[in-house]
């Protein structure tokens, strides 16, 4: 039995996402849909492929995932088909597909041109990720309805700079607790820091953080806290805290918001 993963910017209880859904299970009555999230920002490819390369593996290999972000085809965006990992994703090649993969991919189709489902000319989710989801969910193989190609768009992400002794990451995702995610890696972090002593700057010089920790729980209640996350990303959250209106996150009471810039400053002893 196949499982098929929906991504998109939709929004939560949208009827798009129905209209897929009841199209894949006509097509093949016993598949499995998994929502990843239809709250991506809209037309925000980077925040899709961030959420999807972040739990894609908890997936069974073979996994079907869409990318229903910027979906329309065009010659700069062909729409395409990715293997990598024993997954597989099918969206148009607006970059998303770089951005999700940590290597070379084992192959890329090319499905550009092709109308899998004239019923709907506007609605490419289902006029071709559908259909081709379909297919390979029944066990056929990419090479039949897409053309091999070795090409991708690369993709454009907020890249982490350095300078001096700073590394400067940006906010790259907000959850829905107010978890402020950056786009620094703890490898890039180990590599760059060599063991210092360091502070995370952000708005101010009182918010500064000067350890990570590997839980939430390992400070007080309402106190700010830095750690890698599960996708091994640097996140800044506030330990069980929220404001009246449910909200109280680190995005809300550190004042920090998408693309916002995040300063490590590494500090060297003979400076101590």
């Keep these: 039995m196949s499982i098929v993963t929906l991504t998109s910017d939709f929004g939560e209880g949208s009827h798009y996402t129905a209209i897929l859904k009841g199209a894949l299970w006509q097509r093949v009555p016993d598949v499995r849909i998994a929502d990843i999230s239809h709250?991506?920002?809209?037309?925000?490819?980077?925040?899709?492929?961030?959420?999807?390369?972040?739990?894609?593996?908890?997936?069974?290999?073979?996994?079907?995932?869409?990318?229903?972000?910027?979906?329309?085809?065009?010659?700069?965006?062909?729409?395409?088909?990715?293997?990598?990992?024993?997954?597989?994703?099918?969206?148009?090649?607006?970059?998303?597909?770089?951005?999700?993969?940590?290597?070379?991919?084992?192959?890329?189709?090319?499905?550009?041109?092709?109308?899998?489902?004239?019923?709907?000319?506007?609605?490419?989710?289902?006029?071709?990720?559908?259909?081709?989801?379909?297919?390979?969910?029944?066990?056929?193989?990419?090479?039949?309805?897409?053309?091999?190609?070795?090409?991708?768009?690369?993709?454009?992400?907020?890249?982490?700079?350095?300078?001096?002794?700073?590394?400067?990451?940006?906010?790259s995702f907000i959850d829905h607790f107010g978890n402020v995610i950056t786009n620094i890696h703890r490898s890039v972090f180990k590599e760059f820091g060599k063991g210092r002593d360091f502070e995370i700057e952000m708005r101010t010089p009182r918010m500064g953080i000067r350890e990570i920790h590997s839980g939430y729980q390992d400070v007080p209640a309402g106190e700010r806290v830095a750690v890698f996350n599960h996708a091994g990303f640097l996140e800044i959250a506030i330990n069980n805290h929220s404001a009246p209106g449910g909200r109280g996150g680190a995005d809300t009471l550190l004042g920090l918001n998408r693309d916002h810039a995040i300063r490590v400053r590494f500090i060297d002893e003979d400076t101590l």
């Design 39 to 171: 709250s991506i920002r809209k037309f925000d490819v980077i925040e899709a492929a961030y959420l999807i390369r972040s739990v894609y593996r908890e997936f069974p290999k073979g996994t079907i995932h869409l990318v229903c972000v910027q979906s329309a085809e065009t010659p700069e965006a062909p729409h395409r088909l990715m293997q990598i990992h024993g997954h597989y994703f099918i969206g148009a090649d607006t970059g998303v597909f770089r951005l999700i993969a940590d290597r070379e991919p084992d192959a890329v189709f090319d499905f550009s041109g092709l109308r899998l489902d004239v019923d709907a000319p506007t609605f490419p989710e289902r006029e071709v990720f559908v259909p081709a989801a379909a297919h390979l969910a029944r066990g056929g193989s990419p090479d039949v309805i897409g053309r091999l190609t070795g090409e991708l768009r690369v993709g454009e992400p907020r890249r982490v700079a350095f300078e001096d002794k700073t590394l400067i990451g940006h906010v």
